[in-house]
T-cell receptor, first 109, second 113 residues
């Protein structure tokens, strides 16, 4: 079967750095997406990785290792507005997104 | 309008009733999707459409139907609602049906009693 695993909840301090991990087993791989979802709102796109390595976009970076079936989202200089759920999703061989259950990130002052 | 709109925002529905959730996008995207989101689970694909006039089944299509008469609209119909269909429903769209980023509407919160 297809499976995406990510921690259910993480806590971090304002101004710090946090890494959210995602491991996956899917039938085929056409890229990995990270989305942010604030409570009661729609998911919004953060990043897309299809090749191994690190993609940096401002305070957010995303890393992919296809051989290990592993990705992480790195958030630097945390702000209170970063409190949200972070969703990992893999596009399978049928170009359908398989989603993890999401990681709820709690930022404390 | 800009982006994707969904209606209604929320709805309480008696079991056995028929319900259509509406989704409209103005980005001229070819592909559209319907997902449901339940607590503790990832988003699950219900139905999708890669272009106007075509539809396909996702992971959890039973009890739902869709149509794609034109590029902009992608309604989702529950023919006879059951309590297990209580969920938050998101519509999304992308330029094409492959690796393009999917953009989401604000969602419809549906409760079936």
């Amino acid at each position: 079967g297809q499976n995406i695993d990510q921690p259910t909840e993480m806590t971090a301090t304002e101004g710090a750095i946090v890494q959210i991990n995602c491991t996956y087993q899917t039938s085929g791989f056409n890229g990995l997406f990270w989305y942010q979802q604030h409570a009661g709102e729609a998911p919004t796109f953060l990043s897309y990785n299809v090749l191994d390595g690190l993609e940096e976009k401002g305070r957010f970076s995303s890393f992919l290792s296809r051989s290990k079936g592993y990705s992480y989202l790195l958030l630097k200089e945390l702000q209170m507005k970063d409190s949200a759920s972070y969703l990992c999703a893999v596009m399978d061989s049928n170009y359908q997104l398989i989603w993890g259950a999401g990681t709820k990130l709690i930022i404390k002052p | 309008i800009a982006g994707i709109t969904q209606a209604p925002t929320s709805q309480i529905l008696a079991a056995g009733r028929r319900m259509t959730l509406r989704c409209t996008q103005d980005m001229r995207h070819n592909a559209m999707y319907w997902y449901r989101q339940d607590l503790g689970l990832g988003l699950r694909l219900i139905h999708y459409s890669n272009t106007a006039g075509t539809t396909g089944k996702g992971e959890v299509p039973d009890g739902y139907s869709v149509s794609r008469a034109n590029t902009d609209d992608f309604p989702l119909t529950l023919a006879s609602a059951v309590p297990s269909q209580t969920s938050v429903y998101f519509c999304a769209s992308s330029v094409t049906g492959d690796t393009d980023t999917q953009y989401f509407g604000p969602g419809t919160r549906l409760t079936v009693l």
